[in-house]
């Protein structure tokens, strides 16, 4: 039976998902306060440098006087330091608010617990680990940031019925679709969720890619390019001024061992905290390979090449098939 917490923290993370891919770096929370078992305001985070998910619910009750006797439901524990916007926990404390359902602790070594010993402190009666599992699952990004120090890595391709993901030969200098238009469309949606989007030099010369977010409403990823051999020319679509480009050659990276760890550290070191990797095959297989992945959204499309360049070979646990039309998803975790 789901308990009254519970379906009000479900509700904090349903509206937190409004927030995925404009926090970043920090983290998309959502924020319910209830009066009577009755919803008086919600928020989620702003656009960084923006307010925090608590600031926008309590700014959204239009009788304050009700925060005396409210509860607030939130996915993440309150911040207490000063960052780009005061501390929550201050501002949960000067409105009197008595009771905090908190769904995990933020492992954040500013905050990590010190959030909600402050609430306690000031009398607030304090519920943590309600949906925990759900609340951080929401909160991966976060999590891998700052516990594995490095960016949550999503890797996604669409493969054909026979298992390529590419002809061996094109006549253009631009993809070869798999997928149908809606698939494509879900892409462009994941990508605005992520900060960042790799591919590696073969992508980039043979499609051309912009890798943005055009059919989709949202931020364009930071764009990352990994060039061992320094081959790309200033004419691609990547050099455009849509959204920044990061290139990876040997004037970053030591191309001789542990190529994915320094990459990740490298984003990890520019406050990137999550990447979603679209290729090509023999990038996608060095970070499978190297074992630093912990996503991957496979397409199967209604085509086959008979010939072509081999989908990456991997093995993970598989958490959700669906149909898309003619094509197939798989999303698999590496666990």
Same mark, same amino acid.
């Given at each position: 039976m789901v308990t009254q917490h519970e379906t009000y923290i479900k509700r904090c993370i349903e509206i937190a998902k409004n927030g995925l891919g404009n926090t970043r770096p920090n983290p998309s929370v959502g924020a319910v306060l209830t009066y009577n078992n009755n919803i008086i305001g919600e928020g989620y985070t702003s656009p960084y440098g923006g307010n925090h998910a608590e600031v926008n619910a309590i700014n959204s009750v239009s009788n304050k006087k009700l925060l005396k006797e409210a509860t607030l439901y939130v996915t993440l524990e309150p911040c207490s330091h000063y960052g780009k916007t005061p501390p929550c926990s201050d501002l949960i404390i000067k409105y009197g608010i008595p009771n905090v359902v908190?769904?995990?602790?933020?492992?954040?070594?500013?905050?990590?617990?010190?959030?909600?010993?402050?609430?306690?402190?000031?009398?607030?009666?304090?519920?943590?680990?309600?949906?925990?599992?759900?609340?951080?699952?929401?909160?991966?990004?976060?999590?891998?940031?700052?516990?594995?120090?490095?960016?949550? %890595? /999503?890797?996604?391709?669409?493969?054909?019925?026979?298992? &390529? !993901?590419?002809?061996?030969?094109? =006549?253009?200098?631009?993809?070869?679709?798999?997928t149908n238009e809606l698939s494509r469309q879900i892409v462009h949606k994941w990508r605005a969720e992520e900060q960042a989007i790799l591919v590696g030099t073969n992508t980039v010369n043979q499609d051309n890619p912009s890798l943005t977010t055009r059919d989709w409403a949202g931020q364009n990823p930071i764009r990352v390019v990994i060039d061992k051999e320094e081959k790309l020319q200033k004419n691609h679509a990547i050099f455009n001024d849509k959204a920044e480009t990061i290139i990876i050659n040997k004037n970053n990276i030591n191309f001789s061992k542990n190529?994915?760890?320094?990459?990740?550290?490298?984003?990890?070191?520019?406050?990137?905290?999550?990447? %979603? /990797?679209?290729?090509?095959?023999?990038?996608?297989?060095? &970070? !499978?390979?190297?074992?630093?992945? =912990?996503?991957a959204r496979v397409f199967t499309g209604n085509t086959s090449f008979k010939s072509g360049v081999t989908a990456p070979k991997f093995s993970g646990n598989l958490v959700s098939e669906e149909k898309i039309i003619t094509d197939t998803l798989k999303i698999y975790t590496n666990d």
């Open positions: 908190i769904g995990c602790v933020d492992d954040n070594t500013q905050v990590a617990g010190k959030g909600i010993k402050k609430l306690k402190n000031a009398g607030c009666n304090v519920t943590v680990g309600v949906m925990e599992k759900a609340c951080k699952k929401h909160h991966k990004r976060f999590f891998t940031y700052h516990n594995k120090r490095r960016p949550y %890595i /999503i890797l996604k391709w669409a493969e054909s019925i026979d298992g &390529f !993901i590419a002809p061996i030969t094109k =006549d253009q200098l631009k993809p070869v679709w798999i190529i994915t760890k320094q990459i990740t550290h490298l984003l990890f070191k520019k406050n990137i905290t999550s990447v %979603i /990797i679209e290729g090509g095959t023999k990038t996608l297989q060095t &970070f !499978i390979d190297e074992n630093i992945w =912990d996503e």
